[in-house]
């Protein structure tokens, strides 16, 4: 008789905060972990201290914004014969300041690098993966107008047309303009928003499969990020992610969650 399978996860931005406790916690649920980092010491002293805790975690270097680092990682994975059950796109970046740099650099960390990340391990995810954008509250598109919104939450709403809708975000913020065209001063807030908007479409080209795509905001966790005054533990806010990842087959798809309970967009 087979053994059965050992479910297999892939943590972005692993090795301290949400990213370290979401590993910990599906580790504990018998799932084989890879935790990334684009520090390669950091990521291996974080897996090393798993695995004298008895959990099979592995560390991989990965920067999100670095061109080439999602290909290595899928093909990392290739040559281990690994399939994903379960993907957190958790790696993301806050910078302080607001201008056309930190929009960039926010961008491409928060959004561009999931999008990147997913896409390089979609040809490796098992027919009933789980897929986590680990977003946030502020990414709600409450901070934005009316017909951004609307824009947003069309329907149809294809890649091309998000990413072009963060293009203009950008432009408009070059051009000292963006809260004339309906767009928050937080770079942070629209990497967010992206995600969301990506969940959506990644969802809906994924509706003939079994695979579950879905948002989750942690909440305000005590993490660097977060800081000491955020009202929620570690353990709290990777408990939401590590629910995303583990969904039953009835479980949800293509919502935006806290705690396990759907919030609005």
């Given at each position: 008789?087979?053994?059965?399978?050992?479910?297999?996860?892939?943590?972005?931005?692993?090795?301290?905060?949400?990213?370290?406790?979401?590993?910990?916690?599906?580790?504990?649920?018998?799932?084989?972990?890879?935790?990334?980092?684009?520090?390669?010491?950091?990521?291996?002293e974080a897996a090393a201290a798993l695995r004298a805790d008895g959990l099979d975690?592995?560390?991989?270097?990965?920067?999100?914004?670095?061109?080439?680092?999602?290909?290595?990682?899928?093909?990392?994975?290739?040559?281990q014969d690994w399939r994903v059950d379960a993907l957190?796109?958790?790696?993301?970046?806050?910078?302080?300041?607001?201008?056309?740099e930190v929009v960039r650099k926010t961008l491409a960390a928060n959004y561009h690098g999931a999008v990147d990340v997913t896409d390089a391990l979609l040809p490796l995810l098992t027919g009933d993966a789980r897929v986590v954008m680990v977003s946030s509250g502020m990414g709600e598109l409450s901070s934005l107008s009316r017909p951004l919104q609307e824009e947003l939450l069309a329907a149809g709403l294809t890649r091309t047309e998000l990413d072009a809708l963060v293009a203009r975000f950008a432009a408009a913020v070059i051009a000292g303009k963006h809260v004339e065209h309906g767009?928050?001063?937080?770079?942070?807030?629209?990497?967010?928003?992206?995600?969301?908007?990506?969940?959506r479409i990644l969802d809906r080209e994924l509706a003939g499969t079994h695979i579950h795509v879905n948002a989750v905001?942690?909440?305000?966790?005590?993490?660097?990020?977060?800081?000491?005054?955020?009202?929620?533990?570690?353990?709290?806010?990777?408990?939401?992610?590590?629910?995303?990842?583990?969904?039953?087959?009835?479980?949800?798809?293509?919502?935006?969650?806290?705690?396990?309970?759907?919030?609005?967009?």
């Open positions: 008789m087979t053994a059965p399978r050992t479910p297999f996860a892939v943590v972005t931005g692993g090795n301290r905060g949400l990213g370290l406790e979401t590993s910990r916690q599906l580790a504990a649920r018998g799932y084989r972990v890879l935790l990334t980092s684009r520090d390669a010491e950091a990521g291996e975690v592995h560390a991989h270097v990965l920067d999100v914004t670095r061109a080439g680092d999602a290909a290595a990682l899928a093909a990392h994975l290739r040559n957190v796109n958790n790696a993301g970046a806050s910078f302080p300041g607001f201008d056309a767009w928050p001063s937080s770079a942070y807030r629209v990497s967010k928003v992206a995600l969301n908007a990506f969940t905001c942690p909440g305000w966790v005590r993490t660097d990020m977060g800081g000491p005054s955020a009202t929620r533990s570690v353990s709290e806010g990777a408990a939401g992610i590590v629910w995303a990842a583990t969904l039953p087959a009835s479980g949800p798809r293509g919502g935006f969650f806290r705690d396990g309970h759907l919030i609005d967009w």
